[in-house]
């Protein structure tokens, strides 16, 4: 298992940059896969972005893409979401996951560890 806690969070006004971090702490961080996800009131969960183990390889939903960048740090335990050209159809929680495994999907059900979460507001 390892234990996942966000950061970061806060309000910016569209079309502004925020900076998510993740913090990791038990197992080897650099044995996971990592992956944002967002949830808005109302919504289900949605995927946002995920990131393999040793960093190499990154995906996005299309809603962010070009505009999101998720990036690691496996030396401090770290993972991150740089968010620029906040729309206002970005707020929402936004939860870090890990998965053990080689699989890396879009799902929320394919990540077993989840961190608590991080409100982002977007003001027009």
């Known amino acids: 298992q390892v234990q996942l806690v966000e950061s970061g969070g806060g309000l910016v006004q569209a079309g502004g940059s925020l900076s998510l971090s993740c913090a990791a702490s038990g197992r080897t961080f650099s044995s996971y896969s990592m992956a944002w996800f967002r949830q808005a009131p109302g919504k289900e969960r949605e995927f946002v972005a995920a990131?393999?183990?040793?960093?190499?390889?990154?995906y996005y939903a299309d809603s962010v893409k070009g505009r999101f960048t998720i990036s690691r740090d496996n030396a401090k335990n770290t993972v991150y979401l740089q968010m620029n050209r906040l729309k206002p159809e970005d707020p929402a929680v936004y939860y870090c996951?890990?998965?053990?495994?080689?699989?890396?999907?879009?799902?929320?059900?394919?990540?077993?560890?989840w961190g608590q979460g991080t409100q982002v507001t977007v003001s027009s």
């Open positions: 996951a890990a998965t053990s495994t080689y699989y890396i999907g879009s799902s929320e059900y394919d990540y077993g560890n």
């Open positions: 990131i393999r183990r040793s960093g190499g390889s990154t």
